[in-house]
């Protein structure tokens, strides 16, 4: 069974960086795509970034395009979202999911919380001003 755990969170000065990790157990990472998705206070969870299997595709939201680099390492088992230029807006709890992989699906639908079925527990991001 699939399990991950994401890490790197914490506190961070608006114009900062920072590097998340998802690591799984259990299963491993291929043939899976794996999103990072974000909550913050007193709003929905967004879809922050997206890799498709075989890293064939990566996606990102509007929020944090430009700013957020997908990657994943499978010998390692671990899926990486680098952000950079960090603002209070970035506050949020961080899940990464992991959902099919597919080859012709729209990535669009693949970007969405209803694609994944496997989530973390989350990891908390607070940019201060």
């Known amino acids: 069974q699939l399990q991950l755990e994401e890490s790197g969170g914490g506190l961070v000065q608006t114009g900062g960086s920072l590097r998340l990790s998802c690591a799984a157990s259990?299963?491993?990472?291929?043939?899976?795509?794996i999103g990072w998705f974000r909550q913050g206070p007193g709003k929905e969870r967004e879809g922050v970034s997206a890799i498709g299997t075989r890293d064939s595709w990566m996606s990102y939201g509007a929020s944090v395009k430009g700013r957020a680099t997908i990657s994943r390492d499978n010998s390692k088992m671990t899926v990486f979202l680098e952000m950079n230029s960090l603002t209070p807006e970035d506050t949020a709890v961080y899940y990464c999911?992991?959902?099919?992989?597919?080859?012709?699906?729209?990535?669009?639908?693949?970007?969405?919380?209803?694609?994944?079925?496997?989530w973390g527990q989350g990891t908390q991001v607070t940019v201060s001003s």
């Open positions: 999911a992991a959902g099919p992989g597919s080859f012709n699906t729209p990535i669009q639908t693949m970007m969405k919380e209803s694609w994944y079925d496997v």
């Open positions: 259990g299963l491993s990472l291929d043939g899976y795509t």
